[in-house]
């Protein structure tokens, strides 16, 4: 389980987290959902330790994550994958390098394993056949996928996922929450999904929250979400809607 307890996160003068609360419980999918700068991604950084609160604490089953580490951070780090906004793979490395490389972070397994479960994954997302090329060679919706076949090989406790599909066309769209639909009928598995896409959003959460002005404005399941009036819902949906008649047009 994953416990966020009052936590705060400022840059300078910006308040970007004012004191959250979430309980993510495990083999649930947490939805995160917030307009663009709203600290989403600081969110998701803060959880794996990439950025430290400023107050508050987090418990990632019984380890306060402020408390942790050398070995024991190390340890609690290995429970995570995560799926980076921009995929974030190693240009230097071919695409089995970059789906291996956090298998081999474990030492644990053999070369010939690793190329077992590299290439397991990669077929699992529909890539099997391009081992052997760069993540230049491929498509934004192609590299995301990467991604998400290096998280599904650790097959890690808690997988974060930072706008899995955002940027995609509605189809690849659609395939990758399909993908992400798949990893999570595993009940070890423990999501939080941060996205602005309201309809990838309803099809993967159990539960949702809206980051708005540095804390939850709202907090609920899908169905809940759809039928609430409070203002900063309906202004999220609205806005969201309003981009997509821009695009439409
Ligand atoms: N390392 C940093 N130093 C200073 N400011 C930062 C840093 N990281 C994030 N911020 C600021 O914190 C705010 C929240 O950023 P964050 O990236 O979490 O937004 P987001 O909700 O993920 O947005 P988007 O939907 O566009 O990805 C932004 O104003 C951003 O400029
Ligand atoms: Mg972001």
């Not at 760069?134 to 996922?161: D, N, T």
């Not at 995609?168 to 941060?194: F, Y």
């Not at 959003?201 to 540095?214: K, P, R």
Request: proline share 3%.
């Amino acid at each position: 389980m994953i416990n966020i307890n009052n936590l705060h996160k400022s840059f300078g003068d910006l308040v970007v987290l004012d004191g959250i609360n979430m309980d993510v419980h495990d083999g649930q999918t947490m939805v995160v959902m917030g307009k663009s700068g709203t600290g989403k991604s600081v969110l998701l950084k803060l959880i794996t330790r990439l950025l430290y609160p400023d107050s508050g604490r987090i418990f990632i089953d019984d380890d306060d994550l402020g408390t942790l580490s050398g070995k024991s951070l190390d340890k609690c780090r290995l429970k995570f994958g995560m799926l980076f906004q921009s995929a974030a793979l190693f240009d230097s490395l071919n695409i089995y390098d970059n789906v291996g490389i956090g298998l081999r972070a474990y030492n644990r397994y053999s070369e010939s394993e690793i190329k077992s479960i590299t290439a397991d994954s990669l077929e699992k997302v529909g890539l099997s056949d391009v081992g052997d090329k760069y993540p230049a060679e491929l498509s934004g919706g192609m590299r995301k996928r990467v991604g998400l076949a290096r998280v599904m090989a650790i097959k890690p406790k808690y997988i974060l996922y930072d706008e899995p599909t955002t940027g995609l066309d509605p189809v690849t769209s659609a395939q990758i929450a399909k993908l992400i639909k798949e990893v999570q009928s595993d009940p070890n598995i423990t999501s939080i999904i941060v996205t602005h896409d309201i309809p990838t959003g309803f099809f993967l959460a159990d539960q949702i929250v809206l980051l708005d002005n540095g804390n939850f404005s709202f907090t609920g399941s899908v169905e809940e979400m759809k039928n609430s009036q409070l203002e900063s819902v309906q202004d999220f949906i609205s806005g969201y809607n309003e981009d997509l008649d821009l695009k439409h047009r």
